[in-house]
């Protein structure tokens, strides 16, 4: 049992890269509106000048940075992919958009500490809102009525953002096993991140090797790779160097977070 818990949560973390970097670096003004046309867009706006280009901080990690670019690129297309696309067999798109509401709703406690954080009273009174209307009229989140007919808008915080806005600089460049590019104040604030995980607070927990938890987990990332691996795939078709290519799409995205 226990060596099965183990490889359930490599997998958990392996599935998490989706909505923890992938999509959480294209540019987008709601986590489960994703417009491929308008990512390839954005990005030519923002790299157009060679001002976009961020500087590597931390030049003594570049060859180890790079490694692990090509060996998480490998995972992506050889074992993820496959995967992914065995789902995406078995299901349809409004009802993975369905299941991705109800977890973004999940994630109401962290959107809400962090807008309060960053002292935006409004922002965080909205999200309120929309968690509430979702929450009852979108039956548990599965839908989003709020966005759809009250013209609310969530407003996407993390504690990543909230150092930023707090002046803790982003540190070296870090690509991590199986999530992607990252950054030490990144790294400190997805730790933080997840102690105000809706599952951190329930009676399961991974750090009890609960496997129903980790399972959950697993399927929220799986259900997101259909769209996380489209929009990989579309940054990987445009860059030259995949490594400096997508560090400088996620810093100058993140930078750019922080400053809204």
């Known amino acids: 049992m226990k060596l099965l818990s183990m490889i359930l949560l490599y997998c958990s973390i392996t599935l998490n890269l989706y909505s923890a970097h992938i999509t959480d670096f294209v540019p987008q003004s709601d986590y489960n509106e994703v417009n491929t046309h308008n990512i390839e867009e954005n990005f030519d706006d923002e790299f157009s000048s060679e001002e976009a280009i961020t500087i590597e901080k931390c030049p003594s990690l570049e060859d180890y940075n790079r490694f692990m670019t090509k060996h998480n690129d490998n995972l992506y297309i050889n074992i993820l992919t496959p995967l992914s696309n065995g789902y995406k067999n078995i299901t349809n798109e409004p009802v993975r958009d369905s299941i991705d509401n109800f977890f973004y709703n999940l994630a109401f406690p962290i959107r809400f500490i962090n807008n309060i954080l960053q002292f935006e009273i409004i922002d965080a009174s909205e999200e309120v809102a929309v968690f509430a209307v979702n929450t009852t009229v979108g039956i548990v989140g599965l839908f989003q009525p709020a966005q759809k007919y009250f013209k609310l808008k969530t407003h996407k915080e993390d ?12 540190g070296c460049h870090i690509v991590l096993p199986f999530f992607g590019p990252s950054n030490i104040r990144d790294i400190v604030g997805m730790t933080i991140n997840t102690n105000f995980d809706a599952l951190h607070y329930s009676h399961h927990k991974i750090e009890q090797d609960n496997l129903e938890t980790i399972g959950i987990k697993m399927f929220e990332k799986l259900n997101g790779s259909p769209k996380s691996l489209e929009d990989y795939q579309h ?10 290519y997508l560090k400088d799409i996620y810093e100058q995205y993140r930078t ?4 809204e």
């Open 159 to 170: 504690f990543g953002q909230t150092l930023g806005v707090y002046g803790f600089d982003s």
């Open 235 to 244: 940054i990987k078709d445009d860059a030259v160097d995949l490594y400096p």
């Open 256 to 259: 750019q977070q922080i400053k």
